[in-house]
């Protein structure tokens, strides 16, 4: 196995199996790295916790509901805003978090009175929101606080209020995987089947593994809509608590995110026999043969098509005017967990861009098994890695840029490597036709900045050159293009809005008549 050493690490003799460099002819079989093990101590880990996992990730995108951590304050306001999960209904749930503020004294005497007292004022507070999760804590898992009898009781106190629980402690897994695990199975137990949805569409699907980072959601939402498809719900991003209890229903479940969602799938498959399809958003052929899947599910093949026709023809020249001048580019793909899988091979086959790199926090070995095989040669794969390892890793690769989240990003950025928020995003959506291109502009954007020119100058002893007028980023990318490259007239940067959110909102797609076949049939 073609391990990798750290010389940061070499204390550590357990970090060597976590790390591998894919040789020549290497396959799963001969270089694969360990995963989603605990963290080894002694390594300082980027990783969430549980708690993290459940909340942050999956529980928070819904947008109609008062999210309370039943903890210490700081653990509430370490998972709130920073995943920019826009929602439909002016961002509810990224304005506002609750937390009951648990301290000593209630390490003590308990905190369940607290936590009702903190329930019925929130719902007071916001008396137009009648839906409630409730995510437990370390702090008030340690001491058994039953959050369960607590929403219980106000519920049956406020009838037409709903409580979900979450008890998902920050120790309940190896990282904020174990969080998605817990709050998928406690969704299908405590919460699906307890709403009868309308059913509008022969074509019914429950969106899952989407958070709308951006309004990824409704970009994909479009495309299903325009195909006469009936999204029932969606797990979780600008997704309804009710919508959310309605899933029982659908014909199909679209999956997105297999990484932190692909449980709640497998349990409806089990429980309500409806049909698991994985798809991807991401990049012109992933989603173009994906939105052809759900096509032939429903025989509705010529939908998707001239959706595939349509968005190609308008999207294609932009994205092939920065494949030009991405081609060659390195990068570092450091995301969370299945971005790693799911941009790989995409972004070099229709970006042009070499990934030199992949990393997982939380991922499974499932993940990092895709982003190996997706990968090229010579690619380094690294599970779990601490600070001092990634620092190395950049200072060894020297990528042009690394997509990855805030923390590990803002250090790159202090070794003159541009970085993208691959958590958050930058100037997203970035599913989508349209969305892809507008990944593809941030890339040429950051790789070609000129201020990333100018910060390798130390202006207290460097020597500033004069003989250089103002550089702009398009002097820079064509500087050793062919004239018919940078000249050519069949290409063209990206032409779309700033926000193209507010204008999908305000859209009126040409929807299929819906016909039931079961009513037409009667």
């Keep these: 196995m073609p391990y990798h050493e750290f010389d940061c690490s070499k204390c550590l003799p357990e970090r060597k199996k976590h ?3 894919k040789g020549t002819g290497d396959n799963l079989a001969t270089a694969l790295p360990l995963g989603y093990l605990n963290t080894i101590p002694g390594s300082i880990s980027e990783r ?3 708690y993290c996992g459940a909340k942050h990730v999956i529980g928070t995108p819904m947008k109609d509901v008062i999210h309370m951590s039943h903890g210490p304050v700081g653990c509430t306001y370490d998972t709130w805003q920073t995943k920019r999960y826009i929602s439909d209904n002016n961002n509810f749930q990224l304005k506002y978090t609750f937390a009951t503020d648990v ?3 209630h390490i003590v005497f308990g905190a369940e009175g607290l936590l009702k007292q903190n329930i019925i004022e929130a719902f007071k507070a916001c008396p137009d929101i009648k839906r409630m999760t409730i995510y437990q804590t370390c702090a008030t898992a340690l001491i058994g606080d039953d959050i369960n009898a607590v929403a219980a009781e106000v519920m049956e106190e406020m009838p037409d209020v709903d409580i979900f629980t979450c008890n998902s402690p920050g120790f309940g897994g190896p990282s904020q995987s174990g969080g998605h695990h817990k709050i998928n199975i406690a969704w299908i137990n405590d919460k699906v089947g307890t709403v009868e949805p309308e059913i509008t569409s022969d074509y019914v699907i429950n969106y899952v593994g989407e958070y709308n980072i951006q309004g990824d959601q409704e970009v994909m939402l479009d495309y299903f809509t325009r195909m006469g498809i009936q999204v029932l719900s969606t797990f979780t991003g600008n997704g309804t608590y009710d919508g959310l209890r309605a899933m029982h229903r659908a014909h199909l479940n679209v999956l997105e995110c297999a990484r932190s969602a692909e449980y709640i799938c497998n349990e409806l498959r089990v429980r309500y026999g409806i049909p698991r399809l994985d798809i991807d958003g991401f990049g012109f ?8 899947k759900i096509g032939m599910f429903f025989g509705i093949e010529d939908r998707a098509e001239a959706i595939i026709a349509e968005e190609t023809a308008r999207w294609k020249p932009e994205l092939d005017w920065y494949k030009e001048r ?8 450091w995301p969370g967990g299945s971005k790693l899988w799911h941009w790989a091979h995409v972004i070099e086959e229709e970006m042009g861009v070499k990934v030199v790199s992949v990393y997982t926090k939380f991922g499974h070995q499932g993940d990092m098994e895709k982003g190996i095989a997706r990968c090229g040669e010579d690619a380094l794969a690294i599970d779990d890695p601490n600070e001092l390892e990634g620092l190395e890793a950049l200072e060894r690769l020297q990528p042009d840029i690394i997509f990855t989240g805030k923390r590990p990003g803002e250090v790159a950025k202090k070794m003159r ?3 993208l928020n691959a958590h958050a995003y930058h100037n997203g959506p970035y599913k989508g036709f349209e969305g892809w291109v507008r990944f593809a502009r941030d890339i040429y954007n950051g790789i070609y900045s000129p201020m990333h020119q100018l910060s390798g100058l130390d202006i207290s002893k460097d020597e500033i050159p004069t003989d250089r007028g103002f550089v702009t980023q398009r002097m820079l990318s064509d500087a050793h293009l062919p004239e018919e490259i940078a000249k050519s007239e069949s290409l063209r940067r990206y032409t779309g809005k700033d926000d193209i959110i507010a204008d999908l909102r305000k859209k009126n797609p040409p929807y299929f008549t819906p016909i039931i076949k079961a009513e037409a049939a009667e």
């Design 417 to 419: 490597v541009p970085y």
């Design 103 to 105: 301290r000593e004294k």
């Design 48 to 50: 969430g916790c549980a």
């Design 326 to 333: 991405l081609k060659g580019k390195k990068v570092c793909l």
């Design 19 to 21: 790390a591998v460099t």
């Design 285 to 292: 052929e992933p989603l173009s043969q994906s939105l052809r």
